[in-house]
C-alpha cells in the first residue's frame, strides 16, 4: 500500500512529545502481523522505531539497550480501538457507573447510594442497559424519584442514544405531554400521555443545558483517566470518536507536554467539521495526536429502535427507527470534505440508515470531480455497519467503504436483536466475515463506554461470535465468526490502514514505529473461551513503556 503524503509528512515531523526509548524485547512469542511470517524471538527498538526482528541469535549488537523480558507472554503489534470515546471512557471513571446492573431494582440502589454520597447537585451517570433485566423494561423517572426524591438526575442508556431523567429534570428542561420532540428524537410517554422519562436521540438534546459543565481542569482529568485506563488493557492507540471539537486543543497541549500515552486519531463532532475543512488536517507531538476526520450520525441505536430499518421493528411495528440527518445536509458536507482532504466516518446501524449513507457517499463522490479531490484516496468509513442488506455489502467494495464495527455489540445484543429484527434479517447483522470476505477493510473498535472496552473481549467475540458464558443462541448466524488471523488485522493492521498510517504502525517490521501490545495469553493458540480471561502485561508506544503489569 502506497505512502499517502500525509503518512509521509507525519514520518518526516521532528519528535516531541513523549521519550522515545531503546529496547530489547525476549522471552515470549512475538507475533509480527506479517502474512506468511512465522513468529520471532526478540525485537530491538531503537529511538521508537523497529530497528530488528527475528531471532534471538540474530540480534545486532544491543549494547547499552534496556531488555524487557516477556516471561512467557505472547506480543502483538500495538492494539488500537478502532471506535471509542475517550471522554465518556474517563468520565465513567468520575461519574455514577451503571454498567453491570442486573436489574431496575440494583440500578436504583446504587443511584440511592450516590445521591447520599453527594447531596448536592445535577446527578449525572450511564451504563445502564434492561436487555437482561427481569423487569425487561426501560427506567422511568418515577424509579429515579424514588430512589432520589426531587434530584436532578440524568442517566444515560449505555449504547449513548437515549438518557432517562427525573421529574425534576423534566420540569427544570420544561418538558410535558405537550412538548414535542426535535427532528431525530423522541419523547416517550404514558398512556396519559405523560413523559415517562426516556429521552431518545436527538430529543437528549433538551437536557443537554442540565449537565454539568466541567471546566478545562476536569475534562484534562477524565482524558488522564481515559488514557490510564486504556493503557492498562494493552491499547496503544484509539479513534476517538465524536471527539469534542472543543477539547482537541486540550488534547493537543497534552500531547506536547508528554501527557498523552496514547495515539488519539480524532473524527470530532460536526460543530468542528468547517473549521477542520479550512484547516485541514492536523497532527501535533510527532503524529500523537491527529485531527483527520468528522463523525455524523445517519440514525440512532438498535435497541432503543432508533436504528433505520427499511421495514417495521418486528417487536414495535409502529416503528422504523430514527434518521438523524438528511441527503440535503449531508451530502454538501461531505463534497466539502473531498475537497479538503478530510475523512468522513459515519454512523448507520440500521439496514436503512446504512443504505442512506451509502447513496451519499456515492453521490457526494460522483457529483465533485475527481480532480478536486485533496486525497485520492479517502477512505471513508461507516460507524457500525451493523444491520446491512446481504445485497448492499458490495458497496463497500466497489466505492469502497471502511466498516468499522465493534465484535462485542454483537455478543451483547444477540439477547435482544432476534426480537428487534426477526430472523430475516439477521443475515446481514454484524457481518464480518460476509464483508472481510469481499476485501473490505473491517475495522474492530469496542465503542467503549458503551461496551467495556476491554480488547480481548473484542476479539473473544470477533472469533467466537458468543457471549461471554459461552452462549450463543438459535442460528446467531455463526458463519459470520471470523479467523484469529483477521481479528488480529481488524485491531492492528485496519486500524492502521482506516487512518492513513499502515507505513509506520499495524505490523511488527523494521522501520515501524515501535508500538507493541503483550498479552499473558497467545491469542493465536489459547482456547477460544479462555481469550476473555486474559489481560494485558506490557504496553509500548513509540518505544515507551507506558503499561508495564508484568
Same mark, same amino acid.
Given at each position: 500500500?502506497?505512502?499517502?503524503?500525509?503518512?509521509?509528512?507525519?514520518?518526516?515531523?521532528?519528535?516531541?512529545?513523549?521519550?522515545?526509548?531503546?529496547?530489547?524485547?525476549?522471552?515470549?512469542?512475538?507475533?509480527?502481523?506479517?502474512?506468511?511470517?512465522?513468529?520471532?524471538?526478540?525485537?530491538?527498538?531503537?529511538?521508537?522505531?523497529?530497528?530488528?526482528?527475528? &531471532?534471538?541469535?540474530?540480534?545486532?549488537?544491543?549494547?547499552?539497550?534496556?531488555?524487557?523480558?516477556?516471561?512467557?507472554?505472547?506480543?502483538?503489534?500495538?492494539?488500537?480501538?478502532?471506535?471509542?470515546?475517550?471522554?465518556?471512557?474517563?468520565?465513567?471513571?468520575?461519574?455514577?457507573?451503571?454498567?453491570?446492573?442486573?436489574?431496575?431494582? @440494583?440500578?436504583?440502589?446504587?443511584? #440511592?447510594?450516590?445521591?447520599?454520597?453527594?447531596?448536592?447537585?445535577?446527578?449525572?451517570?450511564?451504563?445502564?442497559? @434492561?436487555?437482561?433485566?427481569?423487569?425487561?423494561?426501560?427506567?422511568?423517572?418515577?424509579?429515579?424519584?424514588?430512589?432520589?426524591?426531587?434530584?436532578?438526575?440524568?442517566?444515560?442508556?449505555?449504547?449513548?442514544?437515549?438518557?432517562?431523567? #427525573? #421529574?425534576?429534570?423534566?420540569?427544570?428542561?420544561?418538558?410535558?405531554? =405537550?412538548?414535542?420532540?426535535?427532528?431525530?428524537?423522541?419523547?416517550?410517554?404514558?398512556?396519559?400521555?405523560?413523559?415517562?422519562?426516556?429521552?431518545?436521540?436527538?430529543?437528549?438534546?433538551?437536557?443537554?443545558?442540565?449537565?454539568?459543565?466541567?471546566?478545562?481542569?476536569?475534562?484534562?482529568?477524565?482524558?488522564?483517566?481515559?488514557?490510564?485506563?486504556?493503557?492498562?488493557?494493552?491499547?496503544?492507540?484509539? &479513534?476517538?470518536?465524536?471527539?469534542?471539537?472543543?477539547?482537541?486543543?486540550?488534547?493537543?497541549?497534552?500531547?506536547?507536554?508528554?501527557?498523552?500515552?496514547?495515539?488519539?486519531?480524532?473524527?470530532?463532532?460536526? %460543530?468542528?467539521?468547517?473549521?477542520?475543512?479550512?484547516?485541514?488536517?492536523? $497532527?501535533?507531538?510527532?503524529?500523537?495526536?491527529?485531527?483527520?476526520?468528522?463523525?455524523?450520525?445517519?440514525?440512532?441505536?438498535?435497541?432503543?429502535?432508533?436504528?433505520?430499518?427499511?421495514?417495521?421493528?418486528?417487536?414495535?411495528?409502529?416503528?422504523?427507527?430514527?434518521?438523524?440527518?438528511?441527503?440535503?445536509?449531508?451530502?454538501?458536507?461531505?463534497?466539502?470534505?473531498?475537497?479538503?482532504?478530510?475523512?468522513?466516518?459515519?454512523?448507520?446501524?440500521?439496514?436503512?440508515?446504512?443504505?442512506?449513507?451509502?447513496?451519499?457517499?456515492?453521490?457526494?463522490?460522483?457529483?465533485?470531480?475527481?480532480? @478536486?479531490?485533496?486525497?485520492?484516496?479517502?477512505?471513508?468509513?461507516?460507524?457500525?455497519?451493523?444491520?446491512?442488506?446481504?445485497? =448492499?455489502?458490495?458497496?463497500? &467494495?466497489?466505492?469502497?467503504?471502511?466498516? $468499522?464495527?465493534?465484535? $462485542? &455489540?454483537?455478543?451483547?445484543?444477540?439477547?435482544?436483536?432476534?426480537?428487534?429484527?426477526?430472523?430475516?434479517?439477521?443475515?446481514?447483522?454484524?457481518?464480518?466475515?460476509?464483508?472481510?470476505?469481499?476485501?473490505?477493510?473491517?475495522?474492530?473498535? $469496542? =465503542?467503549?463506554?458503551?461496551?467495556?472496552?476491554?480488547?480481548?473481549?473484542?476479539?473473544?467475540?470477533?472469533?467466537?461470535?458468543?457471549?461471554?458464558?459461552?452462549?450463543?443462541?438459535?442460528?446467531?448466524?455463526?458463519?459470520?465468526?471470523?479467523?484469529?488471523?483477521?481479528?488480529?488485522?481488524?485491531?492492528?493492521?485496519?486500524?492502521?490502514?482506516?487512518?492513513?498510517?499502515? %507505513?509506520?504502525?499495524?505490523?511488527?517490521?523494521?522501520?515501524?514505529?515501535?508500538?507493541?501490545?503483550?498479552?499473558?495469553?497467545?491469542?493465536?493458540?489459547?482456547?477460544?473461551?479462555?481469550?476473555?480471561?486474559?489481560?494485558?502485561?506490557?504496553?509500548?508506544?513509540?518505544?515507551?513503556?507506558?503499561?508495564?503489569?508484568?
Amino acid at each position: 500500500m502506497r505512502l499517502t503524503l500525509f503518512a509521509s509528512f507525519i514520518a518526516l515531523a521532528l519528535p516531541s512529545g513523549a521519550l522515545a526509548q531503546d529496547l530489547l524485547i525476549r522471552g515470549g512469542t512475538i507475533h509480527t502481523g506479517v502474512d506468511g511470517q512465522a513468529p520471532a524471538e526478540a525485537v530491538l527498538v531503537r529511538d521508537g522505531r523497529i530497528a530488528f526482528v527475528g &531471532h534471538l541469535a540474530d540480534v545486532p549488537d544491543a549494547t547499552g539497550v534496556q531488555v524487557v523480558e516477556l516471561n512467557g507472554a505472547a506480543l502483538f503489534p500495538g492494539f488500537t480501538d478502532g471506535h471509542a470515546h475517550l471522554d465518556g471512557i474517563g468520565w465513567r471513571e468520575m461519574t455514577l457507573n451503571l454498567e453491570g446492573s442486573a436489574s431496575v431494582a @440494583e440500578a436504583m440502589a446504587r443511584l #440511592s447510594a450516590w445521591a447520599q454520597a453527594h447531596p448536592e447537585g445535577v446527578i449525572a451517570g450511564r451504563g445502564w442497559i @434492561e436487555t437482561h433485566w427481569p423487569e425487561g423494561r426501560f427506567l422511568t423517572a418515577a424509579d429515579l424519584d424514588a430512589a432520589a426524591p426531587g434530584r436532578i438526575v440524568l442517566l444515560g442508556r449505555a449504547d449513548g442514544h437515549a438518557v432517562v431523567v #427525573s #421529574s425534576a429534570a423534566l420540569a427544570a428542561a420544561n418538558i410535558d405531554g =405537550d412538548t414535542q420532540p426535535p427532528s431525530g428524537g423522541e419523547i416517550l410517554k404514558d398512556a396519559q400521555g405523560r413523559p415517562t422519562g426516556m429521552l431518545v436521540d436527538a430529543a437528549e438534546q433538551l437536557v443537554a443545558d442540565l449537565m454539568p459543565q466541567a471546566d478545562e481542569a476536569a475534562t484534562r482529568t477524565a482524558y488522564g483517566e481515559g488514557f490510564k485506563v486504556y493503557a492498562r488493557y494493552g491499547w496503544t492507540g484509539v &479513534h476517538f470518536m465524536s471527539a469534542p471539537w472543543k477539547d482537541i486543543p486540550l488534547l493537543e497541549a497534552m500531547a506536547e507536554a508528554g501527557q498523552a500515552p496514547l495515539r488519539l486519531y480524532n473524527s470530532v463532532t460536526p %460543530d468542528g467539521a468547517r473549521a477542520l475543512f479550512a484547516s485541514g488536517p492536523r $497532527s501535533v507531538a510527532d503524529g500523537r495526536v491527529i485531527t483527520r476526520a468528522v463523525k455524523f450520525y445517519a440514525d440512532g441505536a438498535l435497541g432503543s429502535r432508533g436504528a433505520a430499518l427499511f421495514d417495521p421493528y418486528a417487536d414495535q411495528p409502529g416503528t422504523r427507527g430514527l434518521m438523524q440527518t438528511t441527503e440535503a445536509e449531508a451530502v454538501p458536507l461531505y463534497e466539502a470534505a473531498l475537497r479538503s482532504g478530510i475523512q468522513i466516518a459515519t454512523h448507520a446501524i440500521g439496514d436503512r440508515g446504512n443504505r442512506e449513507v451509502v447513496d451519499w457517499y456515492a453521490r457526494a463522490m460522483t457529483e465533485t470531480p475527481r480532480g @478536486e479531490w485533496k486525497a485520492a484516496d479517502p477512505r471513508w468509513r461507516i460507524e457500525h455497519a451493523q444491520i446491512l442488506r446481504p445485497g =448492499d455489502y458490495h458497496w463497500f &467494495h466497489d466505492l469502497p467503504i471502511v466498516a $468499522s464495527m465493534q465484535p $462485542s &455489540h454483537a455478543i451483547g445484543d444477540l439477547h435482544f436483536a432476534p426480537a428487534r429484527l426477526g430472523d430475516a434479517r439477521l443475515d446481514g447483522a454484524y457481518a464480518w466475515k460476509s464483508l472481510s470476505d469481499r476485501g473490505v477493510v473491517v475495522v474492530g473498535g $469496542s =465503542d467503549a463506554p458503551v461496551e467495556r472496552g476491554d480488547p480481548l473481549i473484542e476479539f473473544y467475540a470477533a472469533v467466537a461470535r458468543r457471549d461471554l458464558q459461552g452462549f450463543q443462541g438459535p442460528d446467531w448466524r455463526p458463519q459470520e465468526a471470523v479467523s484469529r488471523e483477521t481479528a488480529l488485522k481488524m485491531f492492528t493492521l485496519w486500524p492502521a490502514w482506516a487512518s492513513f498510517r499502515e %507505513d509506520e504502525l499495524g505490523t511488527i517490521e523494521p522501520g515501524k514505529r515501535a508500538d507493541f501490545t503483550a498479552f499473558d495469553i497467545d491469542l493465536m493458540t489459547v482456547l477460544e473461551a479462555d481469550i476473555p480471561k486474559g489481560k494485558a502485561v506490557l504496553t509500548v508506544v513509540d518505544g515507551e513503556i507506558v503499561f508495564d503489569g508484568r
